[in-house]
DNA sequence: TCTGGGGTCCTAGGACCC
DNA sequence: TCTGGGGTCCTAGGACCC
């Protein structure tokens, strides 16, 4: 099963503010009277009849509705709900996985022996955490991963939706490419460009052709049109990067508002590093100019945890590489390569 | 429409080692 | 003097997802 919060952030808010439920409601950035640079994190269903829509830019979202109810992203809350309500879908699980903050994969395959009785559970999850949290969440039912998140999209929202292995054909035959897991935009242009419309002309796509356009992704894009996948519900998730970035309001070209961003980013990448005891040998500085072409410099490190490491080589990385003439959008600092052992502690010295 | 911030995975070439 | 095959690590960038 996938289980997916319904309009996870602006259910939460509802929670706090039951008088906005009646209203079109939008979390996400500042719209700054339609000047702001963010987007829409998530709006209710309200909105979403006025075209308003997750990832939109938040100025067309004001221009089409200014008097819309906006709020702020209140990560530490969401946070919180979403513990509570995993946590209520954890209890059925015999495998769990949580693949973000509102969404959560679990396997019933010893608990439920048919698709009768994993609805039955599926309505026992729906109810509780419903119970327990007041938050609203959809459900997909099928016998793989894949098969699921396709199900879930198609029962939001409040809903159960069950695929049989058996109708997964038929199912994913009539859809739109890009509903497709795993294929966005570039990849559904080279598609279309081949002449396949659907999930279902994927499906019987000749072979030999999306290998010799995509490599191995091509067979496993046929093999995801024909619903098969043989991924399995992951339980122990270990991150492989932690990073932070920034938007400037105003695209910049000066050095020393870039290196405060750089100290400021470094500064919270870090709190996050030994919060969770970890260290890095990784740093990587990404730069979005205001054509929106993107660089990343990277350079690999001794192993540390140390904001002094951090901030001096995302410092260096970008005095050395960034564009002198081109103005600057935003700025990211991110680290990889982590590990649980401490930095060394200079053990080689020579006496 | 004018575009955020958090991530993951994959590919590919070059340096280097044996 | 001109050269193979196996491997690892490093770096850069692209595509995708929520």
Known sequence: MLIDMDYF?????ELRRPEIKDKPTIVGFDPKQGEGRGVVMTCNYLARKFGIRSGMPISTAYRIKPDAVYLPIDYDYYEKMSREAMGVAKRYADRFEQVSIDEAYIELSRKSIDYDSAV???????????KETGLPCTIGVSSNKLLAKMACEAGKPDGIKLVKEEEAKEFLKGKDLDDLYGIGRKTKEKLEAMGYKTVGDLAKANTMELMEKFGSYGVEMQK????????????NYEVKSIGREKTFERDTTERTVALAAIRELSNEVIKEVQKAELSFKVVTVKMRYADFTEHLKSRSIRRSDQYDDLAST??????KYASRVKRIRKIGVRVSDLGKEKGQKKINSFV
């Open 120 to 130: 039955e559970y599926a309505k026992k999850i729906k109810e509780s955490i419903n």
């Open 314 to 319: 995302a410092t260096d990385l970008y005095s």
């Open 224 to 235: 995801s049109a024909n619903g098969i996948d043989e991924s399995k519900v992951e339980e």
């Open 9 to 13: 952030f602006v259910a939460c808010e």
